[in-house]
């Protein structure tokens, strides 16, 4: 009998997850979530992929990813909101699967994605310090001009090649298309960046926030951010921010009818995992 | 030389604390705010009041207190942002103090009030369940019908005797004025009371959100909550709700000139502590 794909909706806290993905001896989101299927679905083994594979620390409101299951196994779920269920009792509590369902067809959670959203947090204000949100707001202790980080911002829109803003890795392609980046000061006070690409490298959000940061503090001319991309090599001054402010919030796919032309396009420009 | 009071906006994440009341061997709100207040101070002794004294477990965005220093300790601070500052690096990350300045004449944070607002939180959807959450929001299995909640509320309202709803202390009374009571589901599936009184007695929000959530999920018909407070004695259907769902969000007080005659005429009708 053939494999089916289930495509799960997972949030989690990332605070005490060594990541997204397996590693020996460390706790990491795909290891437990892959533990509770087992379990769940009484498989000796299962392989999820996700749409982003975060970094330890990074959290995730709406994480896709897909997992292969035999046929007979989807068969047998008597509905998937109980399947839910099961699941949200074999995980740990900072870990939910949100949603469980058959994939459509030619759906690839990471391959088949047309653009990520990410948050990165900041609270800069003693007033507005809030201690129920410390695990995913990071305390700023200088005084952030939000306006001018969304000057900033727009130089970096477009495709480029963002190496300058990433950790190189051995043969994968450091060109991104940035399709939104902007800030705003929530009303409780809260300094918010909203990140949109169609896919990051290795520490590309936290190093972008790092220099728009910069700009907000006076730090970095408005300039400046542009002219470190176009330099395409590292830059010390750039911080790379820590990882608790930031959460993949969204992944967006196209219409089903178009996920398998999706996944193929994908594979092409950015190459074998 | 005489003291000078000061007014404290308090902000915490209840989760690690036994509550605010100090107690021995304990770590408490009040424990870990009067110790770094003696260290920025550098007093040998302080002691703070609050409007709320919350349960363990329980979280506050607007927690107020006062605490009276010495005039000379008072004149030495060079900025309340600065001491913001240095209060929060003396306190523990679950700990805020957001705002910290001279008190208006006659204030009493506890006997000034003039109303407390609570904040219940529940999620009844795996699909809207957000790790982050976990430690303010409590995850609850049965579907909860808002709207039946919310016709079942307005019988509370008023002044009452609500000896039905708390654990009663010795020589106090059980008489309080529930000004609001209103649940919503908000735009992330989040299912929220909203509770404003002059005041609280021990277990009174926890056992009301209890009684209404037996409501919500049709083991009570929308009358039972009215019926319970009627008849003035605990019942046991009545689960008290836990405590990390609760938020304490902010304490009114009267303009600046009518602070002392509110807090002599809290003192008159309550007792004295």
Do not use: K
């Amino acid at each position: 009998m053939s494999d089916v794909r289930l495509r799960l909706d997972v949030a989690y806290d990332g605070s005490d997850f060594s990541g997204w993905a397996v590693q020996p001896e460390r706790r990491t989101v795909q290891g437990e979530l892959e533990t509770a299927l087992r379990r769940v679905f009484r498989l000796p083994a299962v392989s999820t992929t996700c749409a982003g594979r975060t970094d330890a620390g990074v959290h995730a409101r709406g994480q896709v990813c897909h997992v292969d299951v035999p046929a007979e196994t989807a068969e047998a779920v008597r509905s998937w909101e109980e399947l839910t269920g099961r699941l949200a009792r074999a995980l740990p509590t900072d870990l939910r699967v949100r949603r469980v369902a058959l994939a459509p067809p030619g759906f690839d959670a990471r391959f088949g994605a047309l653009w990520r959203r990410y948050a990165y947090r900041l609270c800069d204000e003693p007033a507005a310090a809030d201690p129920l949100r410390r695990h995913e707001v990071v305390a700023w202790r200088r005084p952030l001009d939000v306006s001018r980080m969304n000057d900033a911002a727009p130089g970096l829109l477009g495709e480029h090649d963002f190496a300058a803003y990433c950790r190189p890795r051995e043969g994968a392609t450091t060109v991104r298309t940035l399709q939104e980046l902007s800030w705003q000061r929530r009303p409780d006070r809260i300094v918010e960046a909203r990140i949109v690409a169609d896919a990051f490298c290795h520490n590309l959000v936290r190093a972008l926030v790092g220099a728009l940061i910069a700009v907000g503090e006076g730090r970095f001319d408005v300039g400046e951010p542009r002219r470190i991309l176009d330099a395409r090599t590292r830059d010390s001054r750039v911080l790379v921010v820590a990882p608790h402010g930031l959460t993949l919030e969204e992944v967006g796919y196209p219409a089903d009818a178009e996920l398998a032309d999706q996944s193929r396009r994908t594979r092409t420009v950015r190459g074998p995992l």
